[in-house]
């Protein structure tokens, strides 16, 4: 058993490129340091004396910018190349990370918390360029399934600490999220020297061919309308419901870092082996449908069970299966109806749709809440997340469905 469990994790990371474990160890670093974003709607309530209204407003900012930034960064990397974007965005939002934590107001709260995810989001186009660019079709999902376990890992790390750290003082967690995002871009630069990524980039041009504009591709699109939907419940996790367990349930900063490493650490787990056993056997679509609706069961538990560890422990595990089982395949989904020549469009828009609900989702949230209490907020969570996965469900059976496809076929 211990040696089929082992062959099992050795086949799941054979033959990924060099550049994309070097790509994961840039993510790992960065996102060992996430630590902002997760516990600003506290730090916004409990230490600026915001209103749940006024956090939600700068939760939103952070969505408005990621949506620029998204945009952007997917303009830019279909002209100049995913290398300096990353580079830039790494550098310039870790510097801005640093100064979002001397602000005290409102308004310039909100001002940076803009420009800092423009800078920072720019990123996510540029680096799924290039996890394509280093992979190969068959390794293609795995490939960004081994990021997502860098970023997991790092979120596993980073939430804990940043839990601690809460408890010491808020200050320090824009003092390391600053620090980590400026030192993996230094990796970045020490480990794929630019001269060398360059090139290779300039190599691969030549074979581009001429795709449709993302813009245009309709199942595409109706396939992100899906994606904004189940963004918006997804989002909640590290928006309303840090606050929901601080002042319902009346957890610690500890115990809701300890949650959130929870989350990354059963990614880390169980990701890599499943996607590489799954990959190829249903369409994307099925299993991104089949998370999505894991998700919204996590989120209406909520309601059925006592405020307990125990309980949050439920919740996190139904919600993490959800996003193993989801996201992988969505990424597989996007980049399979992209060419050489438009990746950043479709990279652009598959983070836009994810930006847009960042926009929503924290606005959304404390709507709901005033309005009826969390309760009503998780009912409404996990409706959403239900109405998407019937929507991936259609996708896949009026544009999907023949006997003759595979796990991604013609998408």
């Not at 086949?11 to 996102?31: H, T």
């Not at 190599?203 to 918006?232: E, M, N």
């Not at 590290?238 to 870092?257: A, C």
Request: one cysteine or more; a positive charge.
């Amino acid at each position: 058993m211990l040696a089929y469990t082992a062959q099992l994790y050795r086949n799941a990371y054979s033959g990924l490129s060099r550049n994309s474990w070097f790509l994961a160890l840039v993510l790992l670093v960065n996102r060992s340091g996430t630590m902002v974003l997760p516990f600003m709607t506290i730090y916004c309530t409990q230490q600026l004396h915001f209103t749940i209204a006024q956090a939600g407003v700068v939760m939103s900012m952070f969505g408005v910018g990621s949506l620029v930034g998204a945009f952007l960064g997917g303009k830019i990397t279909d002209k100049y190349g995913f290398y300096d974007v990353q580079f830039s965005a790494l550098i310039s939002g870790g510097l801005l990370f640093l100064l979002l934590g001397f602000q005290t107001g409102f308004w310039s709260v909100c001002i940076i918390a803009f420009v800092l995810s423009v800078c920072n989001d720019a990123f996510r186009p540029a680096n799924s360029t290039a996890v394509a660019h280093y992979s190969t079709p068959q390794t293609r999902t795995r490939s960004y399934s081994l990021n997502r376990l860098a970023v997991n890992l790092g979120w596993a790390f980073g939430g804990a600490l940043g839990g601690f750290l809460a408890s010491v003082n808020y200050h320090l967690l824009f003092w390391v999220d600053g620090c980590t995002n400026i030192l993996s871009g230094l990796l970045l630069l020490k480990l794929m020297p630019r001269t060398a990524v360059v090139k290779s980039i300039t190599t691969k041009v030549k074979g581009y061919t001429k795709g449709t504009s993302a813009y245009k591709d309709g199942i595409y699109l109706l396939f992100l309308l899906f994606t904004v939907l189940f963004s918006i419940c997804f989002f909640q996790l590290f928006t309303m419901q840090p606050v929901f367990y601080k002042t319902q349930w009346h957890f610690s900063e500890t115990i809701i870092g300890m949650l959130m490493s929870v989350n990354g650490l059963l990614i880390i787990a169980v990701e890599m082996v499943l996607v590489h056993k799954l990959d190829g056997k249903k369409h994307a679509l099925i299993y991104i449908a089949l998370g999505v609706m894991l998700t919204g069961i996590g989120f209406a538990i909520t309601n059925l069970l006592p405020g307990f560890l125990w309980s949050a422990l439920i919740v996190v595990l139904f919600i993490t299966m959800g996003e193993i089982m989801s996201m992988p395949f969505t990424n597989a989904f996007w980049i399979s109806r992209a060419t050489s020549e438009n990746t950043g469009q479709y990279a652009a828009l598959y983070s836009m749709s994810w930006s847009t609900a960042q926009i929503i989702a924290p606005a959304l949230g404390s709507v709901l809440i005033n309005y009826n209490g969390y309760a009503f907020l998780w009912w409404v969570t996990s409706g959403l997340c239900m109405t998407s996965a019937a929507g991936y469900l259609l996708l896949y059976r009026y544009k999907f469905k023949a006997p003759s496809q595979t796990a991604l076929g013609n998408a």
